[in-house]
């Protein structure tokens, strides 16, 4: 570590020497609240979303025939993983008590990842604003209209732009592609190639860059700002995008009701979410926190080169410091997570929402990848198994956290969820090759 700022903060937190060094990392946040409260979002912005989502129900279900089943609704279920478990606990020789969960977000209709909640939902959100400013379409209308060559050609004129690190550059793409936007994504050097192909197949523009997702992100903006016609979104700013994250917890309140999965303070809720910038974790933190309250307890998970969000949170600074300036390269297979700086307004929101953070080197990530696929036949992409480390983590770093909120003899009744957060779409010889990766 380099300069002044730097020496100070080491002194400060203690715990920033073994990020810089790339160790494995569990961080406790001593700032979450039993009742959290922000003032840079609301409940009722998560409703707007969901409405706006089920207006779009008709029309999404006729583009998209994948839909159909689900009547529209972009969801996934929660899975158990038994075997996993048992996997996990051998390997890691450690006792997870409780149940463990899949969330399936890696089978997320439509472009396979978490960023198809957030993505497509600000695409959705934007087309509806620009269709009935032009009074083409009028809310009460069957949005199934949308469907038609009157409205592609009407969406021609507009653009939307994003930066990305790959799959929300695919969300937005697949979907603004389809209602006949153009489409540019600025794609990081971390984006994969099929990514990029998938996305040009479809008819998007995408411009790539030797640089990481900020200069991608920060590239887009510029740009965009230069053309009036031009609708960017701003993966390090987004309420929208935090918004259509959000929706998924009152969907899971739903899907854990129905399976009788009990939470509240004899039987907590843990969940494990991989995190880049923050949005989509952060989204989906936000909601349970608020249906939940303190039952829920929620830690977020990053690259041990990329951990830009517990930098962020444990020294205060969010996105004033950035993992470079501590001397990490921000480089990792975790793709998705690929990122050196958190978003500017997630972190302050979740500094009084989440316990906290841990970090996971990449040779791990695969050697869960292996362990997924030879106990559940699982395949999630390498982003989405920082997940798995939370129960492992939390077992064996997390007593203390465990103690002060009296949870150490509820954890028999406990669930842990992982999020997995991506997947269904990376082709085939993408996974055998990560299988390689790592021997058990
Ligand atoms: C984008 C992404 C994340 C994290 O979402 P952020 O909003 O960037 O924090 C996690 N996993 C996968 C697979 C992703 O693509």
Redesign the pocket.
Same mark, same amino acid.
């Given at each position: 570590m380099k300069n002044e700022r730097n020496h100070e903060l080491l002194e400060q937190y203690p715990q920033l020497k073994e990020l810089a060094k790339k160790d494995t990392v569990f961080w406790e946040n001593t700032n979450r609240m039993k009742k959290p409260k922000t003032m840079h979002f609301t409940m009722s912005e998560v409703e707007d979303a969901e409405e706006t989502l089920q207006r779009f129900s008709s029309y999404l279900k006729v583009v998209f025939p994948e839909l159909v089943k689900s009547d529209g609704l972009i969801e996934s279920t929660i899975e158990e993983m038994a075997e996993m478990k048992n996997a996990l606990e051998q390997r890691y020789d450690v006792s997870i008590p409780g149940q463990l969960l899949l969330k399936c977000d890696h089978n997320l209709p439509i472009s396979g &990842?978490?960023?198809a909640r957030g993505g497509i939902y600000e695409v959705l959100k934007h087309a509806e604003r620009l269709a009935l400013a032009s009074g083409k379409l009028k809310v009460e209308d069957d949005y199934v209209v949308l469907a038609t060559e009157a409205f592609q050609s009407f969406f021609r004129h507009y653009t939307i732009a994003v930066g990305s690190?790959?799959? +929300?550059g695919l969300s937005i793409g697949i979907m603004g592609k389809k209602l006949g936007f153009n489409v540019v994504v600025h794609m990081s050097s971390d984006a994969k190639k099929w990514k990029k192909d998938l996305l040009r197949e479809k008819g998007a523009t995408v411009i790539e860059y030797e640089a990481d997702y900020s200069v991608a992100v920060e590239q887009g903006r510029q740009e965009a700002i230069q053309d009036p016609m031009c609708h960017f979104i701003d993966?390090e700013n987004s309420k929208d995008l935090f918004a259509g994250y959000a929706v998924a917890a009152k969907r899971l309140k739903g899907q854990l009701e129905k399976a009788n999965i009990t939470v509240n303070s004899a039987h907590p809720l843990f969940v494990y979410l991989?995190? *880049?910038? *923050? !949005? *989509?974790?952060g989204g989906v933190a936000y909601g349970l926190r608020e249906l939940f309250g303190e039952h829920v307890h929620i830690f977020f998970a990053e690259p041990v080169a990329s951990p830009c969000m517990t930098l962020g949170l444990m020294t205060g600074l969010h996105d004033e410091i950035s993992v470079e300036d501590i001397g990490l390269d921000n480089k990792t297979e975790a793709d !998705? +997570?690929a990122?050196g700086r958190a978003s500017k307004f997630v972190g302050k929101v979740m500094d009084t929402y989440i316990s906290g953070c841990y970090t996971v080197k990449d040779e791990e990530l695969f050697t869960s990848l292996a362990l997924a696929m030879e106990s559940e036949e699982l395949f999630l992409?390498p &982003?989405?198994h920082a997940g798995m480390f939370g129960p492992i983590q939390l077992m064996k770093n997390g007593q203390k956290y465990l103690e002060k909120h009296h949870l150490t003899d509820k954890m028999e009744q406990a669930t842990h969820i992982v999020w997995a957060? *991506?997947g269904s779409m990376v082709p085939k010889e993408m996974r055998e090759d990560y299988l390689k990766q790592t021997t058990l």
């Amino acid at each position: 570590m380099k300069n002044e700022r730097n020496h100070e903060l080491l002194e400060q937190y203690p715990q920033l020497k073994e990020l810089a060094k790339k160790d494995t990392v569990f961080w406790e946040n001593t700032n979450r609240m039993k009742k959290p409260k922000t003032m840079h979002f609301t409940m009722s912005e998560v409703e707007d979303a969901e409405e706006t989502l089920q207006r779009f129900s008709s029309y999404l279900k006729v583009v998209f025939p994948e839909l159909v089943k689900s009547d529209g609704l972009i969801e996934s279920t929660i899975e158990e993983m038994a075997e996993m478990k048992n996997a996990l606990e051998q390997r890691y020789d450690v006792s997870i008590p409780g149940q463990l969960l899949l969330k399936c977000d890696h089978n997320l209709p439509i472009s396979g &990842s978490i960023k198809a909640r957030g993505g497509i939902y600000e695409v959705l959100k934007h087309a509806e604003r620009l269709a009935l400013a032009s009074g083409k379409l009028k809310v009460e209308d069957d949005y199934v209209v949308l469907a038609t060559e009157a409205f592609q050609s009407f969406f021609r004129h507009y653009t939307i732009a994003v930066g990305s690190t790959g799959n +929300l550059g695919l969300s937005i793409g697949i979907m603004g592609k389809k209602l006949g936007f153009n489409v540019v994504v600025h794609m990081s050097s971390d984006a994969k190639k099929w990514k990029k192909d998938l996305l040009r197949e479809k008819g998007a523009t995408v411009i790539e860059y030797e640089a990481d997702y900020s200069v991608a992100v920060e590239q887009g903006r510029q740009e965009a700002i230069q053309d009036p016609m031009c609708h960017f979104i701003d993966d390090e700013n987004s309420k929208d995008l935090f918004a259509g994250y959000a929706v998924a917890a009152k969907r899971l309140k739903g899907q854990l009701e129905k399976a009788n999965i009990t939470v509240n303070s004899a039987h907590p809720l843990f969940v494990y979410l991989p995190c *880049g910038v *923050g !949005g *989509g974790p952060g989204g989906v933190a936000y909601g349970l926190r608020e249906l939940f309250g303190e039952h829920v307890h929620i830690f977020f998970a990053e690259p041990v080169a990329s951990p830009c969000m517990t930098l962020g949170l444990m020294t205060g600074l969010h996105d004033e410091i950035s993992v470079e300036d501590i001397g990490l390269d921000n480089k990792t297979e975790a793709d !998705g +997570l690929a990122v050196g700086r958190a978003s500017k307004f997630v972190g302050k929101v979740m500094d009084t929402y989440i316990s906290g953070c841990y970090t996971v080197k990449d040779e791990e990530l695969f050697t869960s990848l292996a362990l997924a696929m030879e106990s559940e036949e699982l395949f999630l992409e390498p &982003s989405a198994h920082a997940g798995m480390f939370g129960p492992i983590q939390l077992m064996k770093n997390g007593q203390k956290y465990l103690e002060k909120h009296h949870l150490t003899d509820k954890m028999e009744q406990a669930t842990h969820i992982v999020w997995a957060t *991506g997947g269904s779409m990376v082709p085939k010889e993408m996974r055998e090759d990560y299988l390689k990766q790592t021997t058990l």
